[in-house]
């Protein structure tokens, strides 16, 4: 059965409340203040979206709305909807899920009565942006899908101990940059912040901020590297010192100089330069798989020691 569902907002005006979902019943969403689920912003039109629920089953359709309606990333006309799909409708992200204990039984105006409170505390928490969440609740590949399919101009800044910026151009990534440094590059920056699963994320205007260089590679394929080389340095990493542990040459080095390749050469002159593996990837021209992979080699063939 339906019962014991909830659509939880993940992101925009109602982030963090829940709209439970009871019995065999449609769900009309849009701008319309008579509506069951208003949402009231310009990306909304006034009848955007109807989801109905018939013999347990749960599905959305959208109901002509001039900017699309979205579950997991791909624009809709209709679709069934399972446990942990995600919906994004105007600058809001919602997420089906069983709803906690007590929702269901709420009335209609005690729902409403409470989104309304979550997005007076919302309210005050944020005046940049409509719309944030928490990587916890959306990964940022996810995320940047849905940016990608609906479109969205902007800055995406995503926050934990760091903070970092993926520049949105109708949905395409064309700029990423982690603490301002453009040195690093936007593809390795890029990179480094979709290994990022926890903080908090929020998407701003657009920046009218000029660049020297620009990632021309469509965001499908940025997403699909950026994966590949995750899963890639995950399984080399057991094998390399801590980012800030200092590596040197070993003394005596037995193993030939002469036997190294002119990449394996360059990134032991990094690491005579720089002395930890953060200095060498922050410095290295090539990303940090290819880099992390030469270290370990040299580790493993004497040339260098984590002291």
Do not use: C
């Amino acid at each position: 059965m339906a019962d014991g569902f909830a659509l939880k907002f993940i992101s925009g005006k109602y982030q963090g409340g829940e709209f439970p979902l009871k019995g065999d019943k449609q769900l009309i969403i849009g701008r319309s203040s008579e509506l069951d689920m208003v949402l009231v912003e310009d990306m909304v039109s006034r009848k955007h979206a109807k989801i109905s629920i018939a013999g347990g089953k749960i599905s959305i359709e959208d109901l002509g709305s001039t900017n699309g309606t979205f579950v997991n990333g791909e624009k809709v006309k209709t679709s069934r909807l399972k446990e942990g799909v995600r919906i994004l409708i105007g600058t809001s992200i919602l997420k089906l899920v069983r709803a906690g204990a007590g929702a269901v039984d709420l009335s209609d105006a005690q729902v409403k009565q409470n989104l309304e409170q979550v997005a007076a505390v919302q309210s005050q928490r944020q005046t940049r942006t409509a719309m944030t969440g928490k990587l916890e609740e959306v990964p940022l590949p996810d995320l940047l899908q849905l940016f990608h399919t609906s479109k969205k101009n902007g800055v995406l800044v995503v926050t934990n101990e760091r903070e970092a910026k993926i520049y949105l151009r109708q949905g395409k990534i064309y700029y990423a940059v982690i603490d301002d440094n453009h040195e690093l590059g936007p593809a390795k920056s890029f990179n480094r912040i979709i290994q990022w699963e926890i903080g908090e994320f929020e998407l701003r205007p657009p920046d009218t901020q000029e660049f020297m260089t620009e990632l021309d590679e469509p965001t499908e394929g940025l997403l699909m590297e950026a994966l590949r080389q995750l899963d890639e340095f995950k399984r080399i990493q057991p094998s390399l010192p801590p980012l800030d542990q200092t590596i040197t040459l070993s003394v005596p080095m037995e193993a030939p100089l002469r036997d190294l390749q002119a990449d394996e050469l360059d990134v032991l002159q990094l690491v005579i330069n720089w002395g930890n593996l953060q200095g060498v990837f922050d410095h290295a021209a090539q990303d940090d798989v290819a880099v992390g992979t030469v270290v370990m080699t040299l580790l493993e063939r004497g040339y260098v020691r984590a002291a």
